[in-house]
């Protein structure tokens, strides 16, 4: 279960996907990747300026339950809607530069969260890097780009659930892009990360050799070795604004053995070496700025746990062989004139290692929502969305004893907004006023805490205002 945050926002947001190359556009978040409306922007050319730029996505607001607290998210599943979503904001800054047919970009992209010091009173904001890496195409051939770095490893979204069902990978390493032709781009990449988890990486304090004072050993020090694989194929090519487009896409996970501590008496315990494995697949329709894709993803071992986690109980051998991810998405946005209809929903079966039957580490959950949209001439619009969250855990209810742990979540909202940058689903800038109701039935009130005022209500409020902007970013 998502967990709310301290602060909310009255704003509906998307995560742009722009062009993985140097010299990008920015594209809309939900638009398949590349998108073969604007292919030709994307595209690394000669014309690609050079020298420094900037770019950013954000989005911060604030909103009340309308009994005195602040507004708070509702999720109850892992990828809720994301209308009340904290604070979030990433400054990204490039570089452009030529050297003969060669072209080269640096980006760095600093990110920060909700703690706002406005709204706190202390100087406490989190930063962290999401991307910095170097690109250069030209090299051998404009159809090939090299990147090394630091880097948010991304496909197409399912926008309304704030989530990359098929390929979102962090990590420290390289890649490669190659467009085989007009109907084909190949990817793949490789690198690391190392939680700061004892699963990852454990230090203990150990008397020195000489001298006096403890020193620090790396105990326990295994990164996560990554790997990931594209390949998609265009009906009409990668250039037109209409057509079919196929995506497969695969991944590995490899970690290696170590030893671990399990307490201050010294107790320790070999780790063996753990691994795992994700196979997707994509089909998206599109014409224009109207969209729809389907994903299917399944994943074994450590790739159920994705990039940014890491198994909470294991099988009796200490690795996470027998867990398992299935995913079944759909997103879509539909514009016609002054109306638009943007959907997204998925599906999903988790279960941990542990060989147990019963076990909150096992559960089926899945969330759907449907926003339409109107305008009133170019700059004013008034969305409105109704969304079904629900999450079934392979456990009896403790609060009754009867029956599995399950609840669901139904929210209804309208958001009447304005934006200078005209008609369109994906346009930002956005000032946005949002209401929500959020009817939870008994089991989704017993998924919070006891004391927890959250859980009291049956029907959950939130109002207030927000804002979202995009410009210049750079995702793959």
């Not at 398992?324 to 109306?339: K, M, Y």
Request: glycine share 14%; charged share 15%.
């Amino acid at each position: 279960m998502n967990r709310p945050s301290l602060l909310s926002f009255a704003c509906a947001l998307g995560a742009g996907l722009f062009a993985p190359g140097l010299g990008a556009q920015p594209l809309p978040p939900g638009a398949p990747s590349p998108s073969p409306a604007v292919a030709a922007a994307r595209e690394i050319t000669g014309d690609t300026p050079t020298g420094f730029s900037f770019g950013s996505y954000g989005r911060v607001g604030v909103a009340s339950d309308l009994r005195g607290r602040t507004g708070r998210p509702s999720a109850i599943v892992a990828f809720g809607p994301r209308l009340d979503l904290p604070p979030y904001a990433e400054v990204q800054f490039n570089y452009d530069a030529r050297f003969g047919h060669a072209r080269w970009r640096a980006v760095t992209t600093l990110a920060m969260n909700e703690n706002l010091f406005h709204f706190t009173g202390r100087f406490d904001g989190t930063f962290a890097v999401r991307n910095l890496y170097l690109e250069e195409t030209g090299v051998g051939s404009d159809d090939l780009s090299l990147w090394v770095g630091s880097r948010m490893y991304r496909g197409d979204d399912v926008y309304l659930l704030n989530f990359w069902p098929m390929d979102n990978l962090n990590m420290v390493g390289g890649g490669a892009r190659y467009n085989a032709g007009n109907h084909v781009v190949l990817q793949a990449a490789v690198g690391m990360n190392r939680l700061d988890d004892p699963y990852q990486l454990q230090t203990i304090s150990v008397a020195p050799r000489d001298g006096f004072g403890p020193q620090t050993a790396f105990l326990l020090d295994r990164p996560r070795v990554l790997g990931a694989a594209k390949a998609t194929w265009y009906s009409v090519g990668r250039t037109a604004r209409e057509g079919l487009k196929l995506s497969v896409y695969g991944e590995f996970h490899a970690m290696s053995s170590g030893v671990r501590q399990l307490n201050d008496a010294g107790a320790r315990v070999e780790l063996p070496g753990d691994g795992g494995w994700v196979l997707g697949a994509q089909a998206g329709l599109y014409r224009g700025s109207s969209f729809v894709n389907v994903f299917v993803r399944y994943a074994q071992g450590l790739g159920a746990y994705g990039d940014l986690d890491v198994p909470v109980t294991l099988a009796s051998a200490r690795t996470s062989a027998r867990a398992q991810d299935l995913r079944v998405a759909l997103s879509g946005n539909w514009e016609r004139g002054a109306f638009a209809l943007m959907v997204g929903g998925y599906f999903r079966y988790f279960r941990d290692a542990d060989a147990g039957v019963f076990s909150r580490d096992a559960l089926v959950e899945g969330a759907i929502a449907a926003r339409p949209i109107v305008w009133f001439g170019n700059y004013v619009g008034l969305a409105g969305e109704v969304s079904y969250q629900r999450i079934m855990y392979n456990a009896i209810d403790p609060a009754t004893g009867n029956g599995a742990l399950a609840g669901s979540v139904l929210r209804f909202a309208a958001m009447p907004f304005v934006t200078p940058g005209g008609r369109g689903s994906y346009t930002r800038p956005h000032l946005q006023i949002i209401y929500a109701a959020s009817l939870r039935d008994g089991g989704a009130q017993r998924l919070y805490a006891p004391d927890d005022p959250f859980g009291f209500n049956s029907v959950e409020h939130f109002l207030g205002v927000g804002t979202e902007w995009w410009f210049n970013s750079s995702y793959l």
